[in-house]
């Protein structure tokens, strides 16, 4: 399944009078990679959650497939999120008490599949990033590139149709930097939306398009 992601006359405000976005429009395709990008405190982040429908619109909407998504009720949209969302937090916002694969796989049990499924597509991704650490060690013993990676096997587990990555090369070396951009241009070529915020000029070139905010 792909899907088209648009944002539709977007506005929001954490405090009210004080909008963060006003009024803002745009259209993912799928298939591609878009990086947001600009200064920091535009709302870029701000902006990635609302897409990914972590955060409520105060106007507009956010559709998929044509369909308002951020309107519906939180259970829906939870599980719309799980279904066809993968997000790559900053600095990989693991779960420190819960081990590396139960981050993983902590999804795709949510949704009902078959543990020893989940594990065993977890354990393949660990492999194809090169992430050599005990899947049941916790996130505060890996490195921070193997942190950022682990949140990639993570975002990818499920096969999004939608992958939403908040910096995810910003504290990166060079290597992991490309295992990192590599891993979302080829998500992109299965047909899926990716959406990059990034303040590299190297990731930004790697997308299909630049949005600046
Ligand atoms: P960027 O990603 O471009 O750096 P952000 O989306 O993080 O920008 O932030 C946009 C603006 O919203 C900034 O002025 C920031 O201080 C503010 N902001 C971000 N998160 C919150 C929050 N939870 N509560 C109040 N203001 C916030």
Redesign the pocket.
Known sequence: MTALLEACDVSFA??PGTP?LDGWTARFEPGTMTALT??????????LYLLGLMLHPTGGQVRLDGVPASTLGDGPRARLRADRFGFVFQDAALDATRTVLDNITETALYRGEKRQDAVARAGALLDRFGVDVPAHRKPGQVSGGQAQRIALCRALLNSPDVLLA?EPTGNLDPATTDIVVDALRDHARTGATVIV?THSPEVAAACDTEIR?
Not at 38 to 47: E, F, I, N
């Open positions: 954490y405090v963060v600009g200064p920091s405190g535009r709302g870029k982040s701000t902006l908040d915020v905010l």
